[in-house]
């Protein structure tokens, strides 16, 4: 059987560039926008009911041709799932009932809201965790159905994006709570982020026990951290993720699932990220791909067209894809997309477009 590009690329082997985007599944489709209308529930809970997130999966897909799937969740749902209290605030983000800046706080967070809700048992062998669990392993099998030879990747935020929302109890620009917390009290710290790590490492390898042959882990905000700070305080709890990761097996094929990390602004920490247990490691649009592929040698990259292009004249669009895919030949395997996610403004027959260039460009 061939093996997707996707896949193909993700485990260094060289040929033409698959090509997705981040936040495709979502906020620029007409036909997700009537989704959303037609059912009616908030962001966090549409996510959690199966079919409509199998349909939001799958409806990029459908439209533009896409080398694959990424399952339509948010970085807050494995938090809601595990029973911390937060909510989508339109205009604002994800605020929760209360910030996690105590010790005090975080211990009582540790000792009662996940500890009976496991995707694991202390063997780590899987087991069933409640509704909102099996809605996303749902969610995933059905939309792996759909899909057929096109991949589907899975999603979770870092621990360190989740502790960053569960010390600032809100959306924040620096984040210093989050770092003065990490300085400050390190035994807090490591209590927190080692739950962060458990609850977003089983929760990205049940979505590849359910199916998805591969999984992105998306550090929104890991680009306020100094180098050091990410190595001594960050990185060591994402390589939890990593080897959770690594443990699962993807139903049909009993192969583990490669890992895609991604982060904003990280550019001075890329090598570190890649050496978590990354297989591929996404490049935003502020740094440049050719300098980003010397820092990974042997690893697979991703990006990193700037999304502000999209509103561009095509002209302009053409020759930035081109120079991308042409620079990215220098890596093992190279997976076109955006340097962050889709606008919400974006006309989607740009992304189609764009598709079909960088299939043209392969062929």
Known sequence: MTMPPLLAALTGRRGP??????????????EYRQLRARVGLPMLEACLVPEVAAEATVQPVRRHGVDA??????????????????????GVGPVLDHPYRTRQAIDELTRHSYGSGSWTDAAGNARDCGEGARAVRQAVALAVRELGE??????????????????????????????????????????LMGWCARVTGDF????????????????????????????????????????????????????????????????????DMAAVGADCVGVDWKTDLAWAIEQVP?????????????????????????????????????????GHGVPPTTDPTVLTHIVELVHDAGR
């Open 17 to 30: 560039a698959p090509v997705w985007f981040m936040r495709q599944a979502g906020r620029s489709l007409p």
């Open 69 to 90: 799937a990424v399952l339509f969740s948010d970085i807050m749902i494995p938090l809601r799932l595990a029973g911390v209290g937060v909510e989508i605030e339109p």
């Open 150 to 191: 096109t991949p589907l990747i899975g999603f979770a935020g870092a621990p360190f994006t989740l502790a960053a929302y569960m010390v600032e109890g809100r959306p924040s620009r620096d984040h210093l709570a989050a770092r003065a917390l990490a300085a400050s009290d390190p035994g807090a710290w490591d209590e």
């Open 204 to 271: 990205l390898a049940s979505q590849v026990e359910a199916g998805a042959s591969a999984a992105q882990l998306f550090d929104s905000w890991v680009g306020s951290l100094s180098p050091r700070v990410y190595r001594d305080s960050v990185a060591p709890y994402s390589r939890r993720v990593a080897s959770r990761l690594a443990r699962a097996r993807v139903p049909v094929t009993g192969r583990r699932a490669p890992l895609i990390h991604f982060g904003t602004g990280s550019a001075p920490i890329l090598a």
């Open 298 to 338: 042997g690893k697979a990259v991703q990006g990193n067209l700037d999304p502000a292009l999209l509103q561009a004249p095509w002209d302009v669009i053409e020759q930035a894809v081109r120079h991308i895919l042409a620079t990215g030949r220098a890596a093992p395997g190279h997976i076109f997309n955006l």
